[in-house]
């Protein structure tokens, strides 16, 4: 198994991409979430789908980690961008097809490469993520909670972004919110968010520009119709962000998808306590098909709940 990280020039941006595996295996590309650099995709998991002959890919979103940096508060691109960059990256590796896996805003992305440029997309998970397009059912989806809601409309104050002890324990604590009833793994946390700032290029740009850029495309959109990759859709039954709700919507919207409940989880990645369980159904899920398996089912598979 191979592991390498690069800086993929597309002319008007450079993004930092790491794949790990065989060049020939089926490819997994990882699609983080708002302000969120690759990091979060942690190495132990990346190595362990790719050893279960998988080619994974993690990238660094424009404006966090490694790659190209707008200044804080001046994003220099629109949020299409950020779903353009999907493709111009899979092009730049020379993947005709992927197994797009996104996490909250990068599902929402996943969702619009799948919609829009359908032979491009092997299959979708979307983890911790809301219906992107217009949907059939356009019943009210529940908001998230007032621990979550209170962060966006009544912010704590920003720490000092020279201090980086000061940055650490801001972004630890904006993350806190985010967790499910399993609860909030500080140690993990910071960690984590120590390795993010110390390779982020503008840790201030990172967490302030995507927010800036969200929802300003003036495009029609797509339809949730228009999607008919195999979908596997992993939500959280604690998610404070889109509760489980938002999942189930997406599950049925989506022909042929499966729904995988996740006892305790938040709006994260599942975490340690239930990740061999959602490693085993993304791989199910990726694994090698016909391709007249690519389009999608007529009837919905039931849905799944881990243990718990």
């Keep these: 198994m191979t592991m390498t990280e690069e800086i993929v020039d597309l002319g008007d941006v450079r993004l930092c991409v790491e794949t790990f595996g065989r060049p020939g295996d089926p490819t997994i590309l990882l699609i983080s979430g708002a302000a969120e650099s690759m990091d979060g995709w942690d190495r132990a998991w990346c190595e362990g789908l790719a050893a279960a002959g998988r080619r994974v890919v993690r990238y660094d979103h424009r404006d966090t980690g490694r790659s190209t940096s707008s200044p804080a508060g001046h994003p220099s ?6 779903t353009g960059d999907v493709l111009r990256l899979l092009d730049a590796l020379d993947v005709d097809r992927a197994h797009l896996v996104g996490l909250s805003m990068g599902g929402g992305i996943a969702q619009e490469v799948a919609a829009r440029h359908p032979d491009r997309v092997a299959s979708l998970t979307l983890v911790a993520t809301s219906p992107a397009g217009r949907r059939q059912d356009e019943s009210p989806l529940p908001p998230p909670e007032p621990r979550v809601a209170d962060t966006f409309g009544n912010p704590p104050p920003e720490p000092d972004w020279t201090d980086r002890e000061a940055v ?18 500080v140690p993990s946390a910071r960690r984590l968010v120590e390795h993010v700032v110390a390779r982020t290029v503008d840790i201030e740009a990172a967490t302030k520009n995507h927010w800036l850029v969200a929802g300003d495309d003036d495009d029609e959109g797509f339809a949730m119709t228009d999607i008919v990759a195999p979908t596997l859709v992993i939500h959280g039954t604690t998610d ?32 340690v306590a239930v990740r061999a369980q959602a490693t085993e159904a993304i791989l199910r899920h990726t694994r090698p098909r016909p391709l007249d398996d690519h389009h999608g089912g007529e009837h919905q598979q039931p849905a799944q709940q881990l243990p718990g």
Excluded: Q
């Design 77 to 82: 691109y629109p949020g299409s961008a950020l």
């Design 168 to 185: 650490v324990d801001h972004l630890v604590e904006s993350y806190r919110h985010y967790s499910g009833s399993l609860g909030f793994d």
């Design 240 to 271: 404070p962000m889109f509760p489980l709700a938002h999942g189930e919507a997406l599950s049925r919207e989506i022909g042929g998808s499966t729904l995988l409940r996740v006892p305790g989880m938040g709006h994260e990645r599942p975490p």
